[in-house]
């Protein structure tokens, strides 16, 4: 079983930076591959970022964050981080990390198997 724990959402200006981090237990770190969603209101759960470390720390993104984000981890603490910088209205959701305990980096919902509950990330104009 592995748990997951999302931190550093909150409320930032256009322009601005948060760092949201996703502490894991309950397994070995290092084995997972794990990415991040984000939820906006009235829409669909969507792909913001993914790494692997069985494969080498390899890291993808979503055309819409590419540039801006940056996926990282720190495997002596278990946990993952998203780097948000340059932020936008439409960056505001709730963002989740998710965890894979097999194969690579992946970007649909349904190829993760545990999730947290999620962080509040609002962008003011």
């Known amino acids: 079983q592995v748990q997951l724990v999302e931190s550093g959402g909150g409320l930032v200006q256009t322009g601005g930076s948060l760092r949201l981090s996703c502490a894991a237990s309950?397994?070995?770190?290092?084995?997972?591959?794990m990415g991040w969603f984000r939820q906006a209101p009235g829409k669909a759960r969507e792909f913001v970022a993914t790494?692997?470390?069985?494969?080498?720390?390899?890291?993808y993104y979503a055309d819409s964050v590419k540039g801006r984000f940056t996926i990282s981890g720190d495997n002596a603490k278990n946990t993952m981080y998203l780097q948000m910088n340059s932020l936008k209205p439409e960056d505001t959701a709730v963002y989740y990390c998710?965890?894979?305990?097999?194969?690579?980096?992946?970007?649909?919902?349904?190829?993760?198997?545990?999730w947290g509950q999620g962080t509040q990330v609002t962008v003011s104009s």
């Open positions: 309950g397994r070995t770190f290092t084995n997972y591959a």
């Open positions: 998710a965890a894979r305990l097999f194969g690579s980096i992946a970007t649909s919902r349904g190829q993760y198997d545990y």
């Open positions: 790494i692997s470390w069985n494969s080498g720390g390899l890291t």
